[in-house]
C-alpha cells in the first residue's frame, strides 16, 4: 500500500495533478530531449533543499550534469564501466547508508542502455533500484529517452515506476502524460495536462477536443509508435551491421562490436580486433540466446579457432568445425531478478553474508525458472542439436582472462539428450541452473575473495557445445581429450624444453584429463620428446590409464567405467590404436595360475603420430604469439580407420605459470643434519625461495591406520589450521602422503582447494607401506589453481632418483603446535597426525633452481651455507 505521508516536487500544479508524490515513489520521465528533464528537476530539487530534506544526485550519464554542485546536495559520481552487479550494489550501500527520506536523483538511464549494451539490462536497473527506494521510504526521479528502447524494456519501467509521465512539448507548451500513478485516483489524473513553460504552477487537464487533437498531433510528430521498437537496442544495433555485410562494407566500430560480444578485457580486445571480421561476430550473434557478452570461455574458444584459421591454413583442414551457441551474460542477472533472488545477491556481497547467504541463495536458483520466451529459444537450440549429446559450459565473465582462469571452479553439465523434445528442454534447464548455481559454491567464493575479485561483476554466461566424439553401440565418447600448454612449467628430465609445451591426454572424455583421477594417470608427455615418461613403474600398467569417462546412454549418463568394459565394443582397428596389454605382468600372472588380460592405455600410438604432436605444437605456439602471453588449450581428438584424425578446441585461455621470478642460487655443501629434503626434478612453481615460518606435516604411517570413514576429518583439520594463519603473512609447508585434493582417501588427502589456499609450498611426500604415491597432475584444474595461487609443488619419492635426500624426522624434537588452531584439535585424535610445527627462528629456507630442477630445503643462511 502507498505511503501516505507526501513528498513534493516544487510545482504545486503538478503535486494537485498527481494527488502529490509520496515517499516511497519512483518517478520516471520519458522523454525527447534531457532538457525537458530538467525543466522538472530543478524545481525538485529546490524545494526539498528548502525543505531541509537530504538530496543525493547519481551522475553517471555523459549529458551535462542536471545540478551544479551546492550545499545540501550530495554528488555520487558512478562508473557504470564497472558493470551491473558493481553499479547496483555501490548505489544499494549508499541508499541504505543515506536513510530515509532523502531526495534522490539519477541521470538518464538511456546512458545505461548504451553502455550495458542492452535495453534489458536498462529496465533490470530500474527492477533492482526501484524497490530499494520504497525501502528506504524516499523519493527518486528518473527519466529515458523515447524512441530509444524497445517496447518490452519500456513495459519493464512501467511495472517498476510508481509513477511514469510521458513529457512533450511544443513552442509555448509542456505537455505530460500520465502512464501510470500507483494508488492515487483522481478523475482526471490520466487525462494529458498542459503546462504554461512560463508558469509551470499552471497545469491543466486537457478536457476540450480541439486541445486534446493539438497534442496527439505532438504525440504522432514525436513518433511514439515504431514497430522497430519491438525490438532490443541490441537487435536492431545488430541489424545495421548486418546490411553492412550485404553492401561490403567494414564497419570503422569493429573494436565496439567485439566488446559488445567479447566483453571488456583490453588484452583480449586487441586480439580479437586482429583475428576477426564482420562476418564472424554475425555469426556468433546468430546463435546466441539472450543479449550481453558471450563470456571468457566462449570467447577463448573462438580466438584460438581464429588464429588458427588465419595463421595456419594447412592445420585449420584438420580442426573439427564448431556449431557451438551462447547463453549471453545479461540473462543471468534477468534470472535472479525474475525469480526474486535479487534481495539474496545484495545480502550475500556484503562481508557479513558472503559465505552464509550464498547456499540459501543457491537452492533458490536451483529453483528459478525461465521466461516463456527464453524457454522457446531453449527449444529451438535443442531441435538443432537433435539427439547429439551436448555440454553446457560455465563462460562467466572474468573466466580464462588474464590472471583469472576460475579453472574447474563452476559446474559443466552433459546433457545426454535422448528423449522427447520436452523431456530433453528439462534436462537442459536443470543444467543451466547448477551452472548459475555454481556462481555460489564455496571454492568460487573462496577463489574470489583470495583474488580480491568479491566486488567484481561476475556474470554468468554459458557456451553450449556439442560433444565431439563417436558411438560405441550404447557409449558414446572421443578417441582422446586433453589439455595442451604451450610452456611446460614442470620438467621431469633435465632435456626437457620448457617452451616446447607439454600435454596431458586420456581416451575418452576429456573431464578425466583435468580433474585428479582416483588410482587412474593420465598421459604426460613433452611435445619436444613425446616419449619420455614422467612416471614409470615395474610394470608398464602402473602409471596408466585403466578407466574412461564416457557418456553412457543406457542410464543417459556422464559415467566412468572401466576400460575392459568397452572394449568389446571397440572396431579392432580403434582397440589397436587406444589399447594397450600389459604382457609381462599378463605372464607373471599365468604363472601363478591366471589367465587374466591387463588392459590399460597411455595413448602411446597417439603420441607417436608426428601429425597430431607436431599439428598441437604448431597450434599451441601460434596462439601464444597471438596472445603474447603462455596458453592452453583443451582439446578432443576423433581417429578414422585409415590414420586420419580431426582436432575439436574446446577452450582456450592465458596460462598461469607461477614462479616467483626472480634469480636463486642453490646453497652449497648443506650437512644431511641441516637438510630436510633434496630434490632433482618433480617440483613445479619455477625458480623460487622463500623463509618458511610454518610446516605442517601429516603422518603418513598414522593417517594409514586412522579409519577409512574418519580420514576426511584430518583433510578439515588441515582446512582449520588453513585458516588460523589466514591474516598472518607466514610462509606455509605442507606435506601430506600420497595425493593432495584426492577425492579418495585411501590415495591421498581429500582437502578442498579452499583448505589450503593460505599455504605457500605444498609437498606430495609417498608411502609405498601404505601404497601412498605422488602424482604429477599438471594440467589439472587443482593443479591450476596451485599455480594460480603461486603455491610451490614438490613431489618427494621414498625410492625415485628425483629424491636425493628426505629426512622424514627432521622436526622430530620440536612441538607441535596444531591447538593454536583450535584448542579442540590438541585433544583429538588428529593431533597424532597432524604436527604443526612454528619454525619462524629456526632458518629454515627452500631454493628451487630452474636452471637445474634442484629444490633444497634446510637450514641455511641466504648466502646459501
Not at 30 to 50: H, R, T, W
Not at 341 to 354: A, N, V
Request: aromatic residues 10%.
Amino acid at each position: 500500500m502507498i505511503n501516505q505521508k507526501r513528498a513534493f516536487s516544487g510545482i504545486s500544479g503538478l503535486d494537485k495533478a498527481l494527488d502529490y508524490i509520496r515517499y516511497g515513489d519512483n518517478v520516471v520521465f520519458q522523454v525527447s530531449d534531457i532538457d525537458d528533464y530538467m525543466f522538472f528537476v530543478e524545481p525538485y530539487i529546490k524545494q526539498a533543499l528548502a525543505d531541509n530534506k537530504n538530496v543525493v544526485y547519481f551522475r553517471f550519464d555523459k549529458h551535462l550534469a542536471l545540478i551544479e554542485a551546492v550545499p545540501g546536495v550530495r554528488i555520487y559520481e558512478i562508473d557504470i564501466n564497472s558493470g551491473f552487479e558493481t553499479v547496483v550494489m555501490t548505489i544499494s550501500d549508499i541508499i541504505e547508508e543515506e536513510g530515509p527520506e532523502t531526495h534522490y536523483l539519477f541521470d538518464s538511464m538511456t546512458d545505461l542502455q548504451v553502455e550495458w549494451v542492452a535495453d534489458w539490462m536498462m529496465g533490470n536497473f530500474l527492477v533492482v533500484t526501484a524497490p530499494e527506494i520504497a525501502r528506504s521510504n524516499s523519493v527518486a526521479y528518473f527519466s529515458y529517452s523515447r524512441n530509444h528502447h524497445s517496447f518490452e524494456s519500456v513495459a519493464r519501467i512501467r511495472e517498476s515506476a510508481s509513477v511514469l509521465l510521458d513529457v512533450f512539448r511544443d513552442e509555448d507548451h509542456m505537455y505530460i502524460q500520465p502512464i501510470k500513478v500507483l494508488d492515487r485516483y483522481l478523475p482526471t489524473i490520466f487525462l494529458p495536462h498542459r503546462v504554461d513553460k512560463d508558469d509551470p504552477e499552471d497545469i491543466k487537464p486537457l478536457t476540450n477536443g480541439i486541445e486534446l487533437a493539438r497534442f496527439y498531433c505532438i504525440v504522432a510528430e514525436n513518433g511514439n509508435v515504431d514497430s522497430a521498437r519491438n525490438l532490443d537496442n541490441w537487435e536492431r544495433f545488430f541489424i545495421k551491421k548486418q546490411a553492412l555485410v550485404q553492401e561490403y562494407e567494414v564497419p570503422s566500430d569493429i573494436r565496439d562490436l567485439c566488446r559488445m560480444i567479447f566483453g571488456t578485457d583490453e588484452r583480449m580486445l586487441d586480439i580479437a580486433v586482429r583475428n576477426v571480421n564482420l562476418t564472424d561476430l554475425l555469426d556468433i550473434k546468430a546463435r546466441m540466446i539472450g543479449v550481453g557478452s558471450i563470456g571468457g570461455k566462449a570467447t577463448g574458444m573462438i580466438l584460438s579457432r581464429r588464429i588458427v584459421d588465419k595463421h595456419l591454413p594447412d592445420i585449420s583442414e584438420i580442426l573439427e568445425p564448431h556449431d557451438s551457441f551462447y547463453i549471453c551474460s545479461n540473462l543471468y542477472y534477468t534470472f535472479l531478478i525474475k525469480n526474486k533472488c535479487w534481495g539474496l545477491k545484495i545480502k550475500q556481497r556484503k562481508k557479513r553474508g558472503y559465505f552464509p547467504i550464498a547456499e540459501i541463495l543457491k537452492e533458490k536458483i536451483l529453483e528459478g525458472e525461465f521466461s516463456d520466451n527464453i524457454r522457446e529459444q531453449f527449444r529451438r537450440m535443442l531441435e538443432y542439436f537433435g539427439q547429439s549429446p551436448i555440454i553446457v559450459r560455465s563462460s562467466s565473465l572474468l573466466e580464462d582472462g588474464f590472471g583469472n582462469a576460475f579453472a574447474g571452479k563452476y559446474e559443466s553439465i552433459f546433457c545426454v539428450n535422448k528423449g522427447t523434445l520436452e523431456e530433453r528442454l528439462v534436462a537442459f534447464e536443470d543444467a543451466v541452473r547448477t551452472v548459475y548455481a555454481s556462481t555460489m559454491d564455496e571454492s568460487v567464493l573462496e577463489y574470489r575473495l583470495q583474488r580480491g575479485l568479491t566486488n567484481s561483476d561476475e556474470q554468468m554466461a554459458l557456451l553450449v557445445q556439442r560433444v565431439t566424439g563417436s558411438l560405441f553401440r550404447d557409449v558414446y565418447m572421443p578417441a582422446a581429450a586433453g589439455v595442451a600448454f604451450s610452456y611446460n612449467a614442470y620438467r621431469w628430465n633435465p632435456s626437457i624444453d620448457p617452451n616446447a609445451g607439454v600435454i596431458r591426454l586420456v581416451m575418452g572424455l576429456g573431464t578425466r584429463a583435468v580433474d585428479r583421477t582416483d588410482g587412474d594417470y593420465p598421459r604426460i608427455a613433452a611435445l619436444d620428446d613425446p616419449s619420455s615418461r614422467a612416471m614409470r613403474g615395474k610394470h608398464v600398467s602402473d602409471y596408466a590409464q585403466h578407466k574412461v569417462d564416457v557418456l553412457d546412454l543406457s542410464i543417459n549418463a556422464h559415467a566412468t567405467v572401466p576400460i575392459e568394459r568397452i572394449v568389446d565394443k571397440m572396431a579392432p582397428w580403434f582397440k589397436a590404436v587406444m589399447v594397450e596389454h600389459d604382457s609381462a605382468r599378463e605372464s607373471e600372472l599365468k604363472q601363478l595360475g591366471m589367465d587374466r588380460e591387463i588392459i590399460f592405455t597411455t595413448c602411446e600410438n597417439l603420441l607417436r603420430n608426428e601429425d597430431f604432436v607436431g599439428g598441437i605444437g604448431k597450434i599451441l605456439k601460434t596462439v601464444e604469439r597471438e596472445y603474447d602471453y603462455p596458453v592452453d588449450m583443451e582439446f578432443a581428438l576423433n581417429i578414422a580407420k585409415d590414420g586420419g584424425f580431426v582436432i575439436n578446441l574446446l577452450q582456450c585461455r592465458p596460462l598461469q605459470t607461477g614462479g616467483s621470478g626472480i634469480r636463486t642460487e642453490l646453497p652449497q655443501n648443506v650437512s644431511r643434519e641441516k637438510t630436510f629434503f633434496d630434490l632433482t626434478g618433480g617440483t613445479m612453481g619455477g625458480a623460487y625461495s622463500a623463509h618458511i615460518d610454518v610446516v605442517i606435516q601429516v603422518d603418513p604411517k598414522r593417517y594409514y591406520e586412522y579409519p577409512y570413514n574418519q580420514k576426511p576429518a584430518v583433510a578439515r583439520a588441515i582446512g582449520q589450521i588453513n585458516q588460523y594463519y589466514k591474516e598472518s603473512g607466514k610462509v606455509i609447508m605442507l606435506l601430506v602422503p600420497g595425493r593432495i585434493g584426492t577425492t579418495s582417501p585411501e590415495l591421498g588427502v581429500p582437502v578442498r582447494f579452499a583448505e589450503i589456499s593460505n599455504m605457500s609450498i605444498a609437498c606430495e611426500v609417498s608411502y609405498e607401506g601404505a601404497g601412498y604415491l605422488p602424482e604429477l597432475s599438471y594440467g589439472s584444474h587443482f593443479f591450476q589453481d596451485l599455480v594460480e595461487a603461486d603455491i610451490f609443488y614438490a613431489s618427494i619419492f621414498e625410492n625415485k632418483e628425483t629424491t636425493k635426500y628426505y629426512d622424514a624426522g627432521f622436526f622430530g624434537s620440536d612441538t607441535s603446535v596444531i591447538g593454536k588452531a583450535d584448542p579442540e584439535l590438541q585433544e583429538s585424535a588428529v593431533a597424532d597426525i597432524i604436527k604443526v610445527y612454528e619454525v619462524g627462528d629456526r632458518g629454515l629456507r627452500i631454493v628451487s633452481d630452474i636452471a637445474s630442477g634442484e629444490t633444497i630445503c634446510g637450514i641455511f643462511d641466504t648466502e646459501g651455507k
